[in-house]
């Protein structure tokens, strides 16, 4: 017997290379059977999704949700369930001081799946930027010894490397977490953005299989010259560097993006997404999904860059609805058409489609859905962001639906017959 059965979809399982029209069985948290007609008869609970697709839950590689203890973290749980994102990667918001309460106070308590890249400052992201202007907060044999104690929550090293955050220090910062990524075998992602450094400084530390993340970013002047990939770029292509979008507040540009695409640069799809970023104009890995889409990216190959892709690259059971793997599930509506995407430099394109989340399964179980706390005092919005906010609030405060009728409340309020005791009955006159 399964548990649910999601009949009638369209699925797109790149790592599986499955692309048609199936249907999805779940037993025990797992994914039981993915074939046409599969019997409904076997299953406790089905659900028609004729119509919308459906896909392995998504995987967002950069994200930051150490929430309540940094600058940058955002709570997940009111954004998984009407997302679709159902394993979570926080770059680099967590140190070696705090690992421990990341896990206790983010990990544990979620429905879905939180990972780390473990920030090479033990301070990681407490505030908005100069994690690394202290050197003795790089202590790589601590960081060592606390992700030896941590199991699998952290796939990699994260370090922001551009001149806000390594001050006067240069590349020692990203020495330090080299040698970090090296120690605990695995990958290294590097944040670029104003530099110096630049790229040509941070790429002799980047191996096969580490992160180049805000690959698209329109601030980092040595990406993209003249409409093509710069030699220091294509020199990471061609090692096996993996390149991560990283939209977020400020690191998206559809030129660069377009450029990258066109010379057979395929980045994996992230968001950045903070809590400055969560506002717009990044919002949530559908909405950056879109935006691939628009700037040429089919949507066979935008799904794998937010599911497969990511997981391989940093060794994560996600990504998948092969039979026996969990059963995270996206089920998502599509409106076809033209649809405005915006860069964060105003630039614009159309996106063919937009992808709207209807369920979000986290090991087989429907996500509930969560109401987002207000941004903290801290985050400047606009005036349209401000008012869209408030909109979001008061459209949750008047959803209640009152019920008035007295046939509303049958079972509360039985007939007279229905409650009389054994005695009772037969005798009243």
Known sequence: MWDLLLHGGRVIDPASG????????????????????LPRSRAS???????????????????????????????????????GVTTWVDAGSTGAYALEGFRRFVVDPVPFRVHALINVSGLGLVGRTGEHHVLDNLDVD?????????GDLVRGVKARIDRHTVGAHGLEPLRRAAELARR????????????PPGLPDVAPYLEEGDILTHCATGVATDLVADGRPTDALSRLRDRGVVFDLGHGSGAFDFDVFEAELAAGIDPIVSTDLHIRSVYGPAFDLPTVMGKALAAGMGLPETVAAATVRPARALGLAAGTLEVGATADIAVFSVEEGRFPTVDVHGGVREAPMRLGNIATYAAGRLLSPRAAEPPPAWVPLSQAQRCAEDDRRERVRTSVRYLDRAEDFDEHFPRPEAVAGPEQQGTAQ
Request: hydrophobic share 45%; net charge negative.
């Open 18 to 37: 499955r692309d048609g029209t199936a249907d999805v069985a779940v037993h025990a948290g797992r994914i039981a059977a993915v074939e046409t007609a």
């Open 184 to 195: 605990i075998e695995r990958p290294l992602m590097v944040h670029i953005g104003y530099g």
């Open 142 to 150: 601590t960081a060592v010894a606390v992700t030896a104690r941590q």
């Open 45 to 83: 609970q089905t659900v028609d999704v004729s119509g919308h697709l459906v896909l392995p839950g998504l995987v967002d590689m950069h994200t930051h949700v150490w929430h309540g203890a940094t600058y940058w973290g955002l709570d997940p749980e009111p954004l998984a369930w009407r997302t």
